[in-house]
């Protein structure tokens, strides 16, 4: 089935350290997007790309980090910069029919 | 910039009553998609419409209907006849330039929609 695929589903991370969130499509989207949610939060965008090898910051880009070095493959990183990474974020890919978004990750800071 | 508004942050009713979540957008393009998604809480994303800028037809597919007007800037969301398992958090959506907006999705807040037995 095509689709958005996120893992892991849940992440838990030490304060100060790096980690990246897969994101995988098999839609052929050329663009893709990540999200993030806070309780009583609508989505806020991360960044997202339009293209392999290329990116945009969104609206809320500080402290993360992303690449896009395949179509298939749009992954972030959550760096030690980001001061409150506890979130749950979802990726999405557009195309003809709209938007498809990824089951999400739940990333918890301990 | 664009902005999207619902104000209803939280609503319960009781099942088989009707139930309608607002959303007022904001945009100077003229060309622009709404969207309705629903999120339960295992927290995926449930797409449930989208409607361009210049399609101001109201829709209804079963229970849900929904009403866009240009000249109020809002495009609501009608569940007729509630059931248990439409208590979700509804979020309204909105993308502009042709081709869907490749430059994302910004979206309201969320309206926390609780249909009690």
């Known amino acids: 089935d095509g689709g958005i695929t996120q893992s892991p589903k849940y992440l838990f991370r030490k304060e100060g350290q790096n980690v990246t969130l897969s994101c995988e499509q098999n839609?052929?989207?050329?663009?893709m997007y990540w999200y993030r949610q806070d309780p009583g939060q609508g989505l806020r965008l991360i960044y997202y790309?339009?293209?392999?090898?290329?990116?945009q910051k969104g609206d809320i880009a500080e402290g993360y980090s992303v690449s896009r070095e395949k179509k298939e493959s749009f992954p972030l990183t959550v760096t030690s910069a980001q001061k409150n990474p506890t979130a749950f974020y979802l990726c999405?890919?557009?195309?003809?029919?709209?938007?498809?978004f990824g089951s999400g990750t739940r990333l918890t800071v301990v | 910039a664009q902005k999207v508004t619902q104000a209803q942050t939280e609503i319960s009713v009781v099942e088989k009553e009707d139930v309608t979540l607002d959303c007022v957008y904001e945009?100077?393009?003229?060309?622009?998609?709404l969207f309705w998604y629903k999120q339960p809480p295992s927290g995926e994303l449930v797409f449930l419409i989208r409607r361009n800028s210049f399609d101001e037809q109201n829709e209804i597919s079963g229970r849900y209907s929904w009403n866009f007007q240009k000249s109020t800037s809002s495009f609501n969301f009608t569940i007729t006849a509630s059931q248990v398992v439409d208590s979700a958090v509804y979020f309204c959506a909105l993308s502009v330039g042709s081709g869907g907006g490749a430059d994302g999705l910004t979206f309201g807040k969320g309206t926390h929609l609780i249909i009690q037995p």
């Open positions: 790309s339009q293209i392999v090898n290329d990116f």
């Open positions: 999405a890919g557009q195309g003809a029919g709209g938007y498809t």
């Open positions: 945009t100077r393009d003229t060309t622009y998609y």
């Open positions: 839609l052929n989207h050329d663009a």
